[in-house]
């Protein structure tokens, strides 16, 4: 999406002037859709001119190419000879993750009864040896519908209806297998048919959301002419080839039995999962265990993760300052910042992956490492810093055997609770540190357990048992802290961390994305280092803060190697990128942009039955000078999801842009009819307002859309410039005033307020924000200038 670009660090950073009103649409229309679109929108993340030697990215192991590229069998050709996992997998959450919805299949209860949630009321009845859930529909009416699958098995299940198109949606009322009974997967929000989440819309699409982790070879096959689909699995539940991946070479290897060569195409398959490194086992569990976004439609076993998948970092949003999760993000981003992970450990040190099972019962896993040999479980872990110790004592963990907080997983793996019944464990492996954790404001768990408890007193008993106890993360919450509250000392500390060899790659760019709130020539160094890392995920994370703090030219320059990056999401971040740029200064890198840039457009396209990959496909063309084809892309978009407003408002935009100014308004004042609560919408109408040359109205329509969304700074932002030239200097100040308590890091807000306490000659406001925009990032270009 559209997004501003703050001022490169090359280039000298002027101070914001007084501007006429009617301006403000010309310079934020570019700001129209600073909203969250979800994080598949992966669109907005260059040698630099004597900044750094580029270095090496190393690629990863790919597996020797097969002649005949292996094929999906039938799994019950696994049996005799993996008879031991095949009855592990029986039975398994892998196992029973879809299934058709058949007596003996459903658990929950469809004897003619009826569920009253707190917007719709549903009633679950069987006929005709079918299972029917009676709800209101997508126009609000109650009908039945036809529940073709179930989905899991405990704690809880879900359902799967089926919908013209061959869509299936997920009902938003599951059952509860430990209490036998119906709940609503979102209490206290009142979903109706109105609602983005209720089970008839889009973000409910099984086939897009879910499927593919409940089956196995998924393909969405979604025809865009006829906006349905024909999905396709080869299989039911998660089987030997959604990880080993095609089996027909394995078969043929099997009949010979020949010696496998090598490992990574051992005994027919394109990866060898017995005998690998943690990356690559890990990375075929995130597939399904991370928060990650599609990058296409299904993906490719031999392929790195981010081939086929866009995994998240560690936001704000989705984890705690400190890496513990937060909202539901699976396992990967956790694990991955990990000792554990750095060590070596994978996957299935833990767990049985054909039962899911943990290996040993209790404390008994942890023990397998951690315990009085101090020697790892097995060869290929490395075993540096392993004490030789009785963890599984009361002298170590201070509680009862057998109690809460005897368990290893009780302290160091607290969880949450995630689709109202299902409890996930943290899988950081954090260490308790309750004095610490209260001073960033994040959870622990120590304080979980004693709630009852003051912080402060269960700190200080923490304490008497372990003494001073370390941060053991190397400063990496702190620095993410200070930096996330624009704290004194907030750019040196993240500078300082992102100087290590030792710090995950997560959580590297997780702190490179806070780099363009703090711009200098050391933050362009840092992201430019960062450009050619070992590990992918930084690399992306990279291009977008590059694109940031550096002029065009010197984009180019350093964004052109990673055209050829080895791994496609990092390739077609780069590509975007340099889309944004003018032609005229692609033109020299023209032969290795378009192909990639076409990857990118492969990628959308595969999407196609999302809104936001239509709106994706509009600013491209808009961006590569195909503009006959924005228009139909936001139409699509539109058609796919009618309420996506990002959409909506870019289709105004453009329709303005080419003098269609009534079409334009007639859909702006039909979708705030339907919304008249989205900030976004209002913001977009008072731009309008702006244009039409009518600035009261203007002002009410900002001042809503801040109101609406305070957590949205640009509309605060801009909110304030509208006021400061209608001649409201004193509520503009105010309105900026408000936006840096709430966002301390927002460095276009103190700008403008430094400018506009300048112009009205309070001197002493003005050396107080640039003083504590100096304890900031004392290197920043605006202090730099005015030395």
Same mark, same amino acid.
């Given at each position: 999406m559209p997004k501003h670009k703050k001022s490169p660090v090359t280039a000298p950073l002027t101070t914001p002037t007084k501007r006429s009103f009617s301006h403000i649409y010309l310079i934020l229309a570019g700001l129209l859709l600073l909203v969250t679109l979800g994080i598949w929108l992966f669109l907005q993340r260059s040698t630099p001119q *004597?900044?750094? *030697?580029?270095?090496?990215?190393?690629?990863?192991?790919?597996?020797?190419?097969?002649?005949?590229?292996?094929?999906?069998?039938?799994?019950?050709?696994?049996?005799?000879?993996? %008879?031991?996992?095949?009855?592990?997998?029986?039975?398994?959450?892998?196992?029973?993750?879809?299934?058709?919805?058949?007596?003996?299949?459903?658990?929950?209860?469809?004897n003619a009864v009826t569920f009253k949630?707190?917007?719709?009321?549903?009633?679950?009845?069987?006929?005709?040896?079918?299972?029917?859930?009676?709800?209101?529909?997508?126009?609000?009416?109650?009908?039945?519908?036809?529940?073709?699958?179930t989905f899991g098995i405990e704690p809880l299940q879900q359902y799967l209806i089926e919908m013209p198109g061959g869509r299936l949606q997920a009902s938003g009322v599951a059952w509860d297998t430990q209490k036998n009974q119906w709940f609503e997967l979102y209490?206290?929000?009142?979903?109706?048919?109105?609602?983005?989440?209720?089970?008839?819309?889009?973000?409910?699409?099984?086939?897009?959301?879910?499927?593919?982790?409940?089956?196995?070879?998924?393909?969405?096959?979604?025809?865009?002419?006829?906006? %349905?689909?024909?999905?396709?699995?080869?299989?039911?539940?998660?089987?030997?080839?959604s990880c080993h991946g095609p089996a027909s070479k394995h078969l043929e290897w099997s009949a010979t039995k020949k010696p496998a060569k090598d490992q990574e195409t051992a005994k027919g398959f394109d990866v060898s999962l017995l005998k690998t490194n943690a990356t690559t086992q890990v990375e075929t569990c995130a597939r399904c265990h991370a928060r990650r976004a599609p990058l296409g439609d299904g993906f490719q076993h031999k392929n790195r993760l981010m081939d086929d998948y866009l995994p998240s970092a560690l936001t704000?949003?989705?984890?705690?300052?400190?890496?513990?999760?937060?909202?539901?993000?699976?396992e990967y981003g956790s694990f991955t910042q %990990?000792?554990?992970?750095?060590?070596?450990?994978?996957?299935?040190?833990?767990?049985?992956p054909h039962s899911?099972?943990?290996?040993?019962?209790?404390?008994g896993v942890c023990l397998q490492c951690h315990n009085p040999s101090g020697k790892p479980a097995r060869e290929g872990i490395d075993g540096s810093g392993l004490q030789a110790k009785n963890y599984d004592s009361p002298e170590h963990h201070k509680h009862k055997v057998g109690q809460a907080g005897s368990q290893c997983v009780d302290c160091h793996m607290p969880g949450k609770l995630y689709m109202v019944n299902d409890y996930r464990h943290d899988h950081s492996f954090s260490i308790p540190n309750p004095a610490h954790v209260s001073k960033l404001g994040s959870t622990d768990a120590c304080l979980g357990c004693h709630r009852e408890t003051s912080s402060s007193k269960v700190a200080q008993q923490f304490k008497l048992w372990y003494g001073e106890t370390a941060v053991h993360d190397g400063g990496y919450a702190d620095a993410l802290h200070q930096a996330r509250n624009g704290l004194p000392g907030a750019a040196r500390m993240l500078k300082q961390q992102l100087e290590r060899t030792d710090l995950p790659a997560i959580r590297r760019a997780t702190l490179l994305a806070e780099l363009p709130n703090y711009p200098s020539q050391r933050s362009l160094e840092l992201a430019a280092v960062?450009?050619?890392?070992?590990?992918?995920?930084?690399?992306?994370?990279?291009?977008?803060?590059?694109?940031?703090?550096?002029? *065009?030219?010197?984009?180019?320059?350093?964004?052109?190697p990673r055209l050829s990056d080895p791994v496609r999401a990092v390739r077609i971040a780069a590509a975007w990128q340099l889309a944004q740029l003018p032609e005229q200064d692609r033109a020299p890198i023209a032969k290795l942009w378009q192909p990639v840039i076409r990857e990118y457009e492969d990628v959308q396209n595969s999407l196609k039955e999302r809104a936001e990959a239509n709106l994706n496909l509009a600013m491209l063309y808009q961006n590569t000078g195909r503009i006959t084809l924005a228009e139909p892309a936001l139409r699509d978009a539109l058609l796919r999801n009618p309420d996506f407003l990002p959409a909506v408002v870019t289709l105004v935009q453009l329709l303005d842009a080419q003098g269609r100014t009534n079409e334009a308004r007639q859909l702006l004042e039909e979708n705030l009819a339907r919304h008249p609560d989205a900030?976004?919408?209002?913001?977009?109408?008072?731009?309008a307002l702006v244009r039409r040359g009518e600035p009261d109205k203007a002002l009410l329509a900002l001042r809503k859309a801040a109101q609406l969304a305070p957590e949205n700074p640009q509309f605060s932002f801009v909110l304030a410039i509208a006021l400061h030239d209608s001649g409201q200097q004193e509520a503009a100040r105010k309105q900026l005033e408000d936006l840096l308590k709430r966002q301390p890091t927002n460095r276009n807000a103190r700008l403008a307020l430094i400018s506009y306490w300048h112009e009205a000659g309070q001197m002493q406001e003005v050396q107080v924000l640039q003083a504590e925009l100096e304890q900031q990032n004392p290197d920043d270009p605006e202090l730099q200038q005015t030395r």
């Open positions: *004597a900044v750094i *030697a580029p270095a090496t990215v190393a690629t990863p192991q790919a597996a020797k190419p097969i002649t005949t590229p292996a094929s999906f069998v039938d799994e019950t050709q696994c049996q005799g000879c993996h %008879s031991e996992q095949v009855k592990d997998w029986q039975g398994s959450h892998h196992q029973m993750a879809m299934l058709p919805a058949a007596n003996g299949n459903v658990l929950g209860n469809f949630g707190e917007a719709e009321t549903t009633r679950f009845t069987q006929r005709d040896g079918a299972y029917w859930i009676n709800t209101p529909g997508p126009d609000g009416k109650a009908a039945d519908f036809k529940v073709a699958y209490p206290g929000q009142k979903i109706d048919f109105k609602d983005d989440l209720h089970w008839s819309k889009p973000t409910q699409n099984a086939n897009f959301m879910c499927v593919e982790c409940h089956t196995t070879d998924f393909k969405r096959n979604f025809d865009a002419k006829t906006n %349905s689909f024909a999905s396709h699995w080869q299989s039911l539940g998660v089987g030997c080839q704000r949003e989705l984890y705690e300052i400190d890496g513990k999760i937060k909202e539901e993000v699976f %990990s000792k554990m992970f750095a060590k070596g450990v994978t996957c299935t040190d833990c767990h049985n899911n099972e943990l290996k040993a019962p209790g404390n960062a450009l050619n890392n070992s590990a992918p995920q930084v690399r992306e994370a990279a291009i977008d803060v590059v694109s940031v703090l550096s002029p *065009a030219q010197q984009q180019i320059g350093l964004l052109t900030a976004l919408l209002q913001h977009t109408q008072g731009l």
